[in-house]
């Protein structure tokens, strides 16, 4: 290839305009990666509605899935599993669903209830708001321990966030919804 010089010796606009483009395209693959790495500003996805799509997925399928980010705030204090049931439109009992506190169990951020004595209830303690995410999990509830074990080695589920679930002995699907820390 050759380069059409001017009379000084110096390339002329059209190749200072292809250096420009490859420096302006490094520009922008490193801006987008930096408003990548910030995540989504802004939104605040329904803690829910996204348990209630994952349910709704899973629910026939059985398997896991991790949501976006949710957020628990002024708007959105309570998450419960009949409200998860009718948002996903998937006629399971309230039992089939066990709520978990997850990685915030050790935290006052959230607190578990019970009804009819079942998680079904988990509570925002704090003022403001907080992003977390959802693992959803459903199975049979006989083998929601043993996909624990193995999901739980690469995903970082723990076995004890089932104890207060009554999975043992079912073999109709039911799902563990557990907060996660982002």
């Not at 420096?23 to 995540?39: D, E, K, P, R």
């Not at 089939?96 to 935290?107: M, N, R």
């Amino acid at each position: 290839m050759v380069f059409l010089r001017n009379e000084r010796g110096q390339a002329f606009s059209a190749f200072k305009l292809l250096i420009a483009a490859i420096i302006a395209m490094a520009i922008l693959g490193i801006l987008m990666t930096v408003i990548n790495s910030i995540g989504q500003i802004g939104t605040e996805a329904d803690p829910t509605e996204q348990a209630a799509e994952l349910v709704g997925e899973l629910r026939d399928r059985g398997g896991y899935e991790k949501s976006d980010v949710v957020t628990f705030g002024a708007d959105k204090k309570t998450m419960r599993s009949s409200e998860i049931i009718a948002a996903a439109e998937v006629g399971m009992a309230p039992d089939q669903i066990c709520l978990s506190l997850g990685d915030f169990s050790e935290t006052d951020d959230f607190e578990a209830g019970q009804e009819n004595g079942s998680p079904q209830l988990i509570a925002f303690n704090r003022g403001g708001s907080r992003d977390v995410e959802l693992s959803v999990l459903c199975n049979a509830g006989d083998l929601i321990e043993a996909d624990i074990e193995e999901i739980g080695e690469y995903e970082g589920l723990e076995e004890e966030w089932t104890d207060d679930c009554d999975f043992e002995g079912r073999d109709e699907m039911c799902c563990l919804i557990a907060l996660r820390k982002r």
